[in-house]
């Protein structure tokens, strides 16, 4: 039995109607995974107060304040919320809303948009982290950098000159934009506008962000400064030589592996797939492709699928493992809202992308970490995010669950409640 059955609703309450900023909310008994990588604190109380965490411990040496909601949280598991580095969102206004919605409640509270939105949607990025409307935390690139793609008619810059690249850059820093995004994609643009790019980025402050596959590019950009990588190199096996490159670099990776296995995965779990949450995160084209019996059968049936499996794991699981082993930051990103996917939904995908690195084999406490704290770390581009982990003076994004992630990491997707920047989404 809940210990403060009262007060439970008091808490609901307070979420929507008072908010915390009045009476603080104490979340009281949680198995407390802080992001951090470090053991989890049995027992915890962690106290909110309007958007931050005002203390977070063990109940021992933890106070709690008089008037707070209590949350009575014992048997579950808080940890912090998701982060996904890899997504894109390019919808009229009102969807983005309410994909954001969809992705939120499924506990990422941060996510950045790699390079497909238009001018006109860049200020809704910064309203969510004003906390205008209720939204993840969330970043854009803008309009990217990609010379054919990554899809028909996607809103992206293709400078053919080294002026016009550095022009188009300015035109992104006059936006706000977050980040800058290259595809180093078939046809890549010359290296002479390649380096304008970066160079004109680092001129106006704006970090540049790209999406790498093969080893050469990679070298490339890293050669440039470039240190924030999506996808990760699958032309060769992952090396000595590249795991000390990555290292002396500091480069990042967002092996975005939920992306290559929503292609079937979806079709293989119908439970999932039926969830009302799961089909809120899809767009309608989407969800009719998933619906699809014909397409599902054939996409099951096709006789390269063992082989299509094996090698997204040959081509990614070790270069996962080997870097992060090594210290090089693995993120989770998943390409979710892609356009050209369609089947890769907000917020599920980033529970997959966090299965998959401990399927590669990183320990799930690792894991978490990658989906949270170091998720923060490579937006924010600093050691001590003030999102990404659990502890005196962070934001209260929080994802509160009933079953425990660092026993089994699917449990990731048992969402109790999910908190963003002290109130409970709805
Ligand atoms: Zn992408």
Redo the contacts with the bound molecule.
Sequence with gaps: MPRFPALICAAALSSTVLSSAVVPTVIVGARLIDGTGTTPIEDSVVVVEGDRIRAAGPRARIQIPRNAAIVDAKAKVLMPGLVDV?C?INQPPDEMKRYWLAQLRWGVTTMRS??NDKPETVPLFRQTRAGDFLAPRSYTAGQGFNVSG?YPGAPTFKPTTPDEARSSVRELKAQKVDFIKIWMTKPLFPPDVIAAIVDEGRKQGITVIA?VTDVASLHQLADLGVTDF?HNPIDQPVTPDLIAYAKSKKLTFAP?LANIESRWFYYEHPDILNMPMLQAALYPRGRQMLADAERRAQTLSAPDLAQRKTRMREQTYPFIKAMSDAGVRIVTGT?CG?EASQVTPFGHATHREVQMFVEAGMPPLAAIRAATLDAARVITRTEDPEYGSIGAGKVADLLLLDKDPSVDIGNTISISRVMRAGAWVP
């Design positions: 890899h894109h790699a390079g990554p999406h999506l975005t390409d892609a």
